[in-house]
C-alpha cells in the first residue's frame, strides 16, 4: 500500500493526538482544511482511518441575544420588593409587550410573586445568570451543543424559543485511527527515521553511517522518462551491419549521384530501357564524370554486341553521351558492380545498406526514397541454391518466412523475387540473381557472383506491424516512443 506525504502527515498527527480528532485538532499539520479531508478519505478507503460524520447544532447569538448581552436581561431588571403593578409601570417604556409578557410570565411560574409583591425565587435568579453566561459564552463564536458546559444545557431551548440565539445543523466529521490504521503509523514512524534525501549535511556529518537509509520501492508508480534513443531505422541498419559482419561480409559504400555508366551500363540495362525514362529516374545535371576509357569501351562492345561472351548482346548504337549523364542511384547495385571491377578475384563477399531513389508515386508502400540491402558473394561454384539458401537464412534471422519467384533483371540470369505473405496479399521484398556475363566479363570476373538487393523499409513494415509504410517517417514522437 502507499501513501502520498499528505496521508502520512495525517496519519502521524492523528497518532500524536491520541484520540479522535476533529479537522481543526490536525490544523498542525500544516494542511488546509481540504487537503487535511482528502487526504483522510484515501486513508479511509484503505480502511487506515474512520471518518465519523456527526450532524451537530451550532449555536449562535441572535441580535436580540446582542442587544441583551450589552444591555441588561428583561429578568435583570426586575426589582425585588415591588409590586407587580409598579414594576410593569417601570418597564413598560424599555420592554416590548411580548417581552413583558415572558417577565411576568415567568415570574409566575418561578415563583417569584408572593401575593402581588415581586421576590425573585433562587430558581429565578439562577436563571438570569445562566441566562448571561450562556450569551457571553456565544458572543465569539458559534458553539456546538456539546460545548456548551452542561449546567447551561437546560436554558438553550427556552433562549432559542424566545429568539435570542438560533441554532444551525453542520455535519461534523471526526477522524480516528482503525488497527489497521495503527499498523500503518507504526511503519510510517519508522520511515520517518529513515533518510529519503541524501544531501551534502548528512554525508559531511557522517548522519548517513548510523541512519537507516529508506529503501528503494522499484513497484511504486513513476512516470516514464522518454530517454533519447535511435530512429527504428538506423537501429535496424546497426542490427542489419551486424548480421552481415558477423557472416563474414565486407560492408561497401558509394555516393547518391552515380554516372549512369555505373547505375545502368555497368549492369548490362539496356539504354532505352523504360527504367531510365525521367518518370522513373531523377536525373541530376551536373558536369559529366570522368570514367576508365577501358571500361567504356569494354561495356559498349558488349552492348552492342555481346563482346566476347558468346553473347550477341543488344544489337544498337550505344552512346557513350548517354552514359555519362548523372542519375540519383536507383539502387546500390550500382555501387556493388563498381567495387566488382576493382576486387575481381574471388572470393568476394560484401554487402551494403544505403539509401536509393526513384521517382514513385508515395502510396502506402512505396516511398521515391528508401533504403535497399544489398550484397554479393562472388566465389567458386556459386549458385542459385547457395542464394537462395542465403537470402532464406538471412529472413529466417529477421524472423521472416519468404517465398522465391522467377522474376527478371538485365543483369542477372537467373533472376528471383523474394516475396511475403501480410494478410493474405503477396508483398514484394526484393529481387536478386546470378550477374549474367555481359556484367562481369567487362571486369574480368571469370566466378559466379551471386547478388540481391532488398528492401529495408517493407522489412520493418513486417517486422514493427506497420500497415503503411509513410508512418515508418512520419517523426510522430508519440510512434517513435513505442518502436
Ligand atoms: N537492383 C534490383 C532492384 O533494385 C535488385 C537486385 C539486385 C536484383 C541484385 C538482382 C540482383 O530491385
Redesign the pocket.
Known amino acids: 500500500m502507499e501513501l502520498s506525504p499528505n496521508e502520512c502527515k495525517v496519519l502521524l498527527t492523528l497518532g500524536q493526538l491520541g484520540r479522535e480528532a476533529a479537522l481543526d485538532d490536525l490544523r498542525t499539520t500544516g494542511l488546509q482544511q481540504t487537503t487535511i479531508m482528502s487526504a483522510a478519505s484515501w486513508l479511509a478507503s484503505k480502511g487506515l482511518v474512520e471518518v465519523r460524520e456527526t450532524p451537530t447544532t451550532y449555536y449562535s447569538l441572535t441580535s436580540e441575544g446582542r442587544a441583551d448581552l450589552e444591555g441588561r436581561l428583561p429578568l435583570e431588571r426586575v426589582v425585588s420588593g415591588m409590586s407587580l403593578k409598579e414594576l410593569m409601570v417601570s418597564l413598560q417604556g424599555t420592554l416590548t409587550p411580548q417581552v413583558l409578557n415572558f417577565v411576568v410570565g415567568y415570574l409566575k411560574r418561578s415563583g417569584s410573586l408572593k401575593e402581588g409583591v415581586v421576590e425573585l425565587s433562587v430558581e429565578a435568579r439562577q436563571y438570569v445568570s445562566d441566562g448571561r453566561s450562556l450569551l457571553e459564552l456565544l458572543s465569539s463564536r458559534p458553539l456546538p451543543t456539546q460545548e456548551i458546559p452542561s449546567p447551561l444545557a437546560p436554558i438553550i431551548p427556552d433562549y432559542d424559543k424566545r429568539g435570542l440565539i438560533k441554532g444551525k445543523e453542520r455535519v461534523v466529521r471526526t477522524l480516528s485511527i482503525t488497527k489497521g490504521g495503527k499498523r500503518a503509523l507504526k511503519l510510517v514512524e519508522a520511515m520517518e527515521e529513515e533518510i529519503t534525501q541524501l544531501t551534502p549535511k548528512i554525508i559531511q556529518s557522517g548522519a548517513w553511517r548510523t541512519t537507516p537509509l529508506a529503501k528503494y520501492d522499484i513497484h511504486t508508480f513513476a512516470p516514464t522518462l522518454p530517454r533519447g534513443r535511435s530512429h527504428p531505422i538506423t537501429s535496424a541498419i546497426s542490427r542489419l551491419r551486424r548480421i552481415f559482419l558477423d557472416m563474414g561480409f565486407t560492408e561497401l559504400a558509394g555516393p547518391f549521384v552515380e554516372p549512369c555508366f555505373w547505375d545502368m551500363d555497368a549492369l548490362f540495362v539496356p539504354q532505352d530501357h523504360p527504367a531510365r525514362d525521367l518518370q522513373d529516374t531523377f536525373y541530376v545535371e551536373a558536369p559529366s564524370p570522368k570514367l576508365d576509357q577501358g571500361l567504356i569501351d569494354k561495356v559498349k562492345g558488349v552492348h552492342e554486341s555481346g563482346g566476347d561472351t558468346g553473347s550477341r548482346g543488344w544489337g544498337y548504337q550505344w552512346s557513350e553521351e548517354e552514359t555519362k549523364k548523372l542519375v540519383l542511384r536507383?539502387?546500390?547495385?550500382a555501387d556493388?558492380i563498381r567495387y566488382l571491377s576493382r576486387h575481381p578475384e574471388p572470393p568476394v563477399k560484401a554487402f551494403c545498406i544505403g539509401r536509393?531513389f526513384r521517382r514513385e508515386a508515395v502510396d502506402a508502400k512505396h516511398l521515391p526514397e528508401f533504403y535497399?540491402i544489398?550484397g554479393i558473394v562472388m566465389e567458386e561454384g556459386a549458385n542459385l541454391e547457395m542464394l537462395i539458401g542465403l537470402l532464406e537464412e538471412f529472413y529466417r534471422r529477421m524472423g521472416l518466412e519468404i517465398g522465391i519467384r522467377p522474376a527478371y533483371?538485365p543483369?542477372?540470369e537467373p533472376?528471383l523475387e523474394v516475396v511475403t505473405h501480410i494478410e493474405g496479399k503477396e508483398m514484394e521484398l526484393?529481387?536478386?540473381?546470378i550477374?549474367r556475363p555481359e556484367v562481369t566479363a567487362p571486369f574480368n570476373i571469370s566466378c559466379p557472383v551471386l547478388?540481391?538487393?532488398l528492401g529495408l523499409e517493407r522489412l520493418l513494415m513486417l517486422q514493427l506491424g506497420v500497415q503503411d509504410i509513410r508512418e515508418l517517417y512520419a517523426n510522430d514522437l508519440d510512434w517513435l516512443r513505442r518502436h
Request: charge should be negative; aromatic fraction near 20%; glycine fraction near 20%.
Open positions: 536507383t539502387h546500390t547495385t556493388t536509393i535497399q544489398e533483371f543483369y542477372t533472376s526484393g529481387g536478386a540473381g550477374f547478388a540481391w538487393g
